[in-house]
């Protein structure tokens, strides 16, 4: 077993949660593309259901299997979105966006009835905060937001290809590691206080299950069994 075993084992068992006449949010990355794949294959067999991406990547791939993606514009409400993670921790708090989705991924979570991570056991830690996190950036706005953020964290530019890089939606990212992320809820309003950041990775109340894979045996967690 390697970890993109694990990856599809756990996208696997969070597929099994979708039914019928569900609109499923699809999330983003090499784990939520296991997933999207074995929905494709639900879907060849009969399942009748219908869905939303958080990325042009993660539609195009959905599409191609066969699965019928809505503009989420039109969409306000979706049945279950599952989607990776970078960092899990016990209290089912996670950092998201090593992919550069997280601002369609916190939208698409928040319309969800129901939102299960997938990821392989590397992603299990006793804290958040080793992984970056993740800040969407107004272009515009770069030079101040940068100042902001590095009053408290490392910030550095995400680059691809020798150029800044870009998210879907034509913004910035900034991946930073924080000097302190004791706090995490106080990090993330503090985020979202400062003009031009439009999103980040702190995913701190959206999770409500997690499918973890690790050495091909998937633990799944629930939000509502914490102590
Ligand atoms: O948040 C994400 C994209 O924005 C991904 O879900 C996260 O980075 C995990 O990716 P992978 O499954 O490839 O490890």
Redesign the pocket.
Known sequence: MNLDDD?RLAAEAAVAEVRDGMMVGL??????AHMIRALGRRVGEGLKMDAVA??HASADLARELGIRVHDFADVARVDLTI????EIDGLMLVV???????LR?KCVAAASDRMVVI?DGA?RVERIGKAAVPVEVLPFAKAYVTRVLAERSDAVLRMAGGEAYLTDQGNLVLDCAFHDLSDPHEVAAWLQGIPGVLGH?LFLSEVDGAYLADGGVVTRLERSELG
Do not use: P, R
């Open positions: 990856k999330g983003t990355g090499s784990t939520a958080t990325s989607d990776g993670a970078d998201k966006g090593a992919g550069g989705a997280m991924e990821a992603k990775g």
